[in-house]
């Protein structure tokens, strides 16, 4: 069972930063894609990609986040560099893997809570 674990959320103030960390129990060489998901709670909310990064690098951002967010990789470790966040950035943060065997996995999710 490959294991997805995220850390570094937390409570920031509008205008701030955060780095997120997600650690996949897999090489880099057996994942297609990982992505970040934030998820706001409520009823009929749903994820949405933040950001995802594939095996060839390339990046792709959600449309909420513009270019407030970047996400990049060392080797298997994926972060999400957040910055002048916002209220509306309040949400769970959820590491996403694709593995080339086409298994997905989640972690459990950090939350990020933007407020003054």
């Known amino acids: 069972q490959v294991q997805v674990v995220e850390s570094g959320g937390g409570l920031v103030q509008p205008g701030g930063s955060l780095r997120l960390s997600c650690t996949a129990s897999?090489?880099?060489?057996?994942?297609?894609?990982m992505a970040w998901y934030r998820q706001v709670p409520g009823p009929g909310q749903r994820r949405k990609v933040a950001?995802?990064?594939?095996?060839?690098?390339n990046t792709e951002y959600g449309d909420s986040v513009d270019d407030r967010f970047t996400i990049a990789r060392d080797n298997a470790e994926v972060y999400l560099q957040m910055n002048n966040l916002k209220p509306e950035d309040t949400a769970v943060y959820l590491c996403y893997v694709l593995a080339s065997n086409y298994s997905n996995y989640w972690g459990q999710g950090t939350q990020v809570t933007v407020s003054s």
């Open positions: 950001a995802r990064i594939d095996h060839g690098g």
């Open positions: 897999i090489s880099w060489a057996n994942i297609l894609v």
